[in-house]
């Protein structure tokens, strides 16, 4: 006998699988953009000693870490150490440890580390990576900023 795939259920279990990955697809960019509409806010607003139109840096990298994270040591900081040597002069990087000041890190919407937001040359968070950023994914970030 011959198995109907409708009767046993299983294209349905598929379709409802298929629905829960969608659904946390979609809290997952939710999420994402709730962080960065936080950290837009104009309090929030991220500034140096000097001006915009004085600093040397066109980006530059919030990155939130803590001392016990492994991700942080072994993946994220070589990344962003092989995207300086790349960008030189035109990145400035700013590294927070959460775990020493965690009153910016909850100010900043930073849940887990390692987070990296990625601000443009007016202070402003254009966007916002939870978890390891590659090299590769940092550095289109930084680019379409340029556009």
């Known amino acids: 006998m011959k198995p109907d795939l409708f009767t046993d259920g299983v294209i349905l279990r598929l379709f409802f699988a298929g629905g829960i990955i969608f659904l946390g697809w979609m809290l997952f960019r939710a999420f994402g953009l709730l962080t960065l509409s936080r950290a837009r806010n104009p309090a929030l607003r ?14 530059t990298l919030l990155y939130f870490t803590a001392p016990g994270c492994v991700p942080c040591k072994t993946v ?72």
Do not use: C
Request: hydrophobic share 40%; glycine share 6%.
């Open 76 to 147: 994220q900081r070589p990344a962003i150490q092989r995207l300086l040597e790349q960008m030189g002069d035109a990145l400035e990087v700013i590294e927070i440890d959460a775990s020493a000041q965690p009153e910016m890190a909850n100010q900043w919407g930073v849940m887990s580390v390692p987070t990296t937001f990625v601000i443009d040359a007016q202070g402003a968070p254009r966007y916002v990576n939870h978890g390891v950023a590659t090299l590769d994914k940092l550095l289109r970030q930084i680019n379409e900023l340029k556009q």
């Open 46 to 59: 991220f500034r140096r000693s000097l001006t915009p139109g004085e600093r040397s840096a066109a980006a």
